[in-house]
Nanobody, 126 residues
Framework: QVQLVESGGGLEQAGGSLRLSCAAS????????MGWFRQAPGKEREFVAA????????YYADSVKGRFTISRDNAKNTVYLQMNSLKPEDTAVYFC???????????????????WGKGTLVTVSS
């Protein structure tokens, strides 16, 4: 497993932008498909975005498509989530996930991952 630490969350107004980062430990970062999930108060955790091992494939939930962009820098062991045009319904704790046994395309249908971060809170005010 890798250790994942998210950062970049905070309070933002609707229409604004935030960029989340997820730093991973270990020397095998490039062997992991990476994803972002979120959990709003009183709701189940849901898929947001995923990226393939070398970054060529990206996948998004319909609710964020066109507004959010996932990317990764394997030299820095870091995955990012650029969030633009934020909406109040984007308010949630955002979790980074890593899994060497699956594909980025399949992550959206999975609920169990090899590693999870502890999450970072994003609050969008109207």
């Amino acid at each position: 497993q890798v250790q994942l630490v998210e950062s970049g969350g905070g309070l933002e107004q609707a229409g604004g932008s935030l960029r989340l980062s997820c730093a991973a430990s270990g020397r095998t970062f490039s062997s992991y498909a990476m994803g972002w999930f979120r959990q709003a108060p009183g709701k189940e955790r849901e898929f947001v975005a995923a990226i393939s091992r070398i970054g060529r494939g990206t996948y998004y939930a319909d609710s964020v498509k066109g507004r959010f962009t996932i990317s990764r820098d394997n030299a820095k062991n870091t995955v990012y989530l650029q969030m633009n045009s934020l909406k109040p319904e984007d308010t949630a704790v955002y979790f980074c996930a890593a899994d060497p046994y699956t594909t980025a395309q399949a992550m959206g249908a999975q609920r169990s991952m090899d590693s999870w971060g502890k999450g970072t809170l994003v609050t969008v005010s109207s």
